[in-house]
């Protein structure tokens, strides 16, 4: 069964991007890949995410549609924040071939980013509902991998999540033991870019 790759974290932390960047590789491969950005899903379905019960509901359907898709041989690359630990349980319980993927990026780097303006419309009080500022995030308790976006450039993030899928298209490898392939924690300063 193809795997699943789970993007989650944080507004404007870069999943958008390194989902679009594997799926142009994948593409490139011949391999038969999938992206779903959740926030284009749920436009294209009509919801909304203003709860937890909506966005509960919109993970669900999230994940009934990339369960779709690899019922049919796709490798699908998701792109959500998934903020609350019980709906990344229940992707660990229902996936086949699930493999999470934490993309880390600091609240302040986030503010000083802020891709989509959400951070500053939050600010202004036009928002009222974003993850980490009105409504939790809770912290992935075990994730397969983390993507620290505000340490490492963009193209060592991309070859990071490369390395990881491709690991994942071989049914023996355990992405639990994926220690030894992370990068170094290092930093480097001025490394990283706005995704």
Request: glycine letters at 6%.
């Amino acid at each position: 069964m193809t795997p699943i790759i789970w993007l989650l974290g944080l507004s404007g932390s870069g999943k958008t991007t390194l989902g679009s960047l594997l799926r142009l590789y994948l593409d490139g491969q011949g391999i038969d890949a999938e992206f779903i950005d959740a926030d284009s899903f749920c436009r294209s379905k009509g919801l909304s995410a203003g709860t937890p019960q909506q966005r509960m509901r919109n993970t669900d359907a999230l994940r009934d549609h990339a369960m779709n898709l690899q019922a049919s041989g796709k490798l699908c690359v998701v792109a959500a924040a998934t903020p609350y630990e019980g709906m990344r349980q229940a992707n660990r319980a229902l996936l086949p071939n699930y493999h999470e993927v934490w993309v880390r990026c600091s609240l302040q780097t986030l503010v000083e980013r802020d891709t989509k303006g959400l951070y500053a419309r939050a600010e202004r009080g036009d928002l009222h509902a974003l993850d980490s500022v009105f409504d939790a995030f809770d912290e992935p308790r075990c994730p397969h991998a983390i993507i620290e976006t505000d340490v490492y450039s963009l193209v060592e993030c991309y070859e990071q999540l490369r390395d990881l899928t491709l690991d994942a298209l071989v049914p023996e490898n355990d992405w639990h033991d994926e220690q030894r392939r992370m990068l170094p924690q290092v930093s480097f300063a001025n490394a990283a870019i706005a995704l």
